[in-house]
């Protein structure tokens, strides 16, 4: 059993940040991949940015130069450090984990947390 926790969510007027951070626990074996998601209402759910296990990382064009994903191998945490962000940022907030389970991928996805760009 894995579980995904969030944290970091929050109100913010925009040109303002805030720092979201995963938890993963349970039972991990290796990890492929973690990565932040988040959903509009009314729109799909989408990739914000992942890092990779060997630290590689993507980011969504909205997100690129304002948006920091980092990992701690260590302790099985993802950050996303979100500076200068904009009304059309508010959404919720999803991390994803991705083991390789002999060599099968399998996702696991947190609850969310609620991000609001509002003055």
């Known amino acids: 059993q894995v579980q995904l926790v969030e944290s970091g969510g929050g109100l913010v007027q925009p040109g303002g940040s805030l720092r979201l951070t995963c938890a993963a626990s349970?039972?991990?074996?290796?990890?492929?991949?973690m990565g932040w998601y988040r959903q509009a209402p009314g729109k799909q759910r989408e990739l914000v940015a992942e890092?990779?296990?060997?630290?590689?990382?993507r980011y969504t064009d909205a997100v690129k130069g304002r948006f920091t994903i980092s990992r701690d191998g260590a302790k099985n945490m993802a950050y996303l450090q979100m500076n200068s962000l904009k009304p059309e940022d508010t959404a919720v907030y999803y991390c994803?984990?991705?083991?390789?389970?002999?060599?099968?991928?399998?996702?696991?996805w947190g609850q969310g947390t609620q991000v609001t760009v509002s003055s």
């Open positions: 994803q984990l991705v083991l390789d389970i002999s060599s099968i991928l399998r996702d696991y």
């Open positions: 349970g039972t991990i074996s290796i990890i492929y991949s």
């Open positions: 890092v990779a296990s060997g630290g590689t990382t």
